[in-house]
């Protein structure tokens, strides 16, 4: 069974699957979206049994991170690339995540591609769904890839699927939107190019043979100038599509333009490609370099919690709202990230997987109430609970997720953070809680201006969730509930590559101030 090409086979059934997606008859639109839930499905067995026979007991026993369901095959030998593929337990969890979330949006999406009479797709419904197993197929592929320049190429691939998924599937300003998204990953590709290079002929120089092999590149002796130079190469690439503050100013117009099964993957998963690359690549390769640029990363982040809650307050639209929601949130992740402790790198890691389920099953409400009121308007909603009970009960569960109340996913992973942050910067800690406070003044304002008061003349009427939608966003709702409550699973997992990434930069968790034993000999 460990010799059965799981990672290869989750990248190539969607991938494969795009190809006879896009090839079935232009009116075959039902079995197109058949043909993509079923494979979808088949991904997310396929990542299940990799999560199940994941290896966490030898990780604790002296191989903390080491990667699993390895392969490794040439690819361009005159170049040392190679096609090599493994996990961790952070990329793991992200795949887990990312195959969880595909499918469910297929469901909500299911009628989403066929536009509407003053809004019509330029494409057709079958290419939607063509792309959407393209983008999975990237997305896993991006988070597996241990070639330094395997992994550009995903990152870079994953652009296209995205940019026809806005810019002919959306709504409002889509071209806009889509050329500005494109835009500014290419730049931030075009320095982690630059990077990715250098430290190819740095491994040519070192070893008389160039390599992109991530676990050869960390072993890489680099000088304190060269290094920090290669490490902004990544870090830019990855704060743009994290994105930070301030270079996020194209996800609140993707995530308001596109649709919203497409939001979802935009800000669910290849957002989560920034904050990953930050602790594989950022971190990893440059352990020198990260420490000298922690506290300008320190303050982005706390700026970006700050201002992201601050603006969403001040949106009128339910979509940019969301999204600015997810820059203060990836504040709180690379701030966990940048703490260099195992709490808050833990924290952060577990703050990926549950951001995407909470903030995905906002998106999904977001998509039904625009999908009946045909407004993404935060103004023309009112009332929604007492027609709509079920709809305005799930987008309450996904909305308290965000404000990380006890008892749902986010709160765990949000509280490590900032525990993890304490131990080290205490005042970045404290800054950063101000970010709870404002959370809880967007989402709940929201909730109340669109679920509760008199009901609007336009929502009377409002059916509630059908037997598809419910099992679109039941999963997430669970989920939600279940790693609110018990996160070990996902934790077991995390855990021995945090142990890895703090070895490799060198870092321990600070000493308790007052140590234990001291501490038990002055109570007897």
Known sequence: MSDFPWLTAAIAVPAVGSAVVAALPQAREELAKRLTFVLTLVVLAITLVMTVTFDTGSAREGTAGALQFAEVHDWIPAFGIHYAVGVDGIAMVLILMSAILVPVVVLAAWNEAEGTPDNPAKRSVKAYFALILLLEAMMVGVFAATDVFLFYVFFEAMLIPVYFMIGSYGTGKRQYAAVKFLLYSLFGGLLM????????????????????????????????????????????????????????????????????????????????????????????????????????????????????????????????????????????????????????????????????????????????????????????????????????????????????????????????VLIGTYTRYPVSAIIATTGIILAAVYILWMYQRLMTGPIQPKVEGMRDLNLREKWAVAPLVALIIAFGVYPKPLLDIINPAVGRTMEQVDMKDPAPAVPAAAEQGAHE
């Open 193 to 416: 190019l630059v990077s990715v290079i250098g430290v190819y002929v740095l491994s040519a120089r070192q070893t008389g043979e160039g390599t992109f092999l991530w676990e050869d590149l960390t072993k890489l002796t680099i000088a304190d100038g060269t290094a920090r130079w290669l490490f902004l190469g990544f870090f830019i690439a990855f704060a743009i599509k994290a994105p930070m503050w301030p270079f996020h100013t194209w996800l609140p117009d993707a995530a308001g333009s596109a649709r919203p099964g497409t939001a979802v993957l935009l800000v669910g998963v290849l957002d989560k490609v920034g904050t990953y690359g930050m602790l594989r690549f950022c971190l990893e390769l440059f352990p020198g370099a990260a420490h000298w640029f922690t506290w300008p990363v320190l303050i982005l982040s706390l700026v970006s919690i700050v201002y992201g809650a601050v603006v969403a307050i001040g949106q009128t639209d339910m979509l940019r709202l969301i999204a600015y929601t997810s820059v203060s949130h990836f504040g709180f992740i690379t701030l966990g990230i940048w703490a260099m402790t195992s709490q808050g790198q833990s924290g952060a890691s577990l703050y990926m997987v549950n951001h995407g389920f909470a903030t995905g099953a906002l998106f999904i409400g977001a998509g039904f109430l625009i999908a009946r009121r045909g407004s993404p308007l935060i103004s023309d909603y009112g009332g929604v609970q007492k027609v709509a009970p079920v709809l305005a009960g799930t987008f309450l569960v996904a909305s308290l997720a965000g404000v990380a109340l006890p008892g749902l996913n986010s709160f765990v992973s949000e509280f490590l």
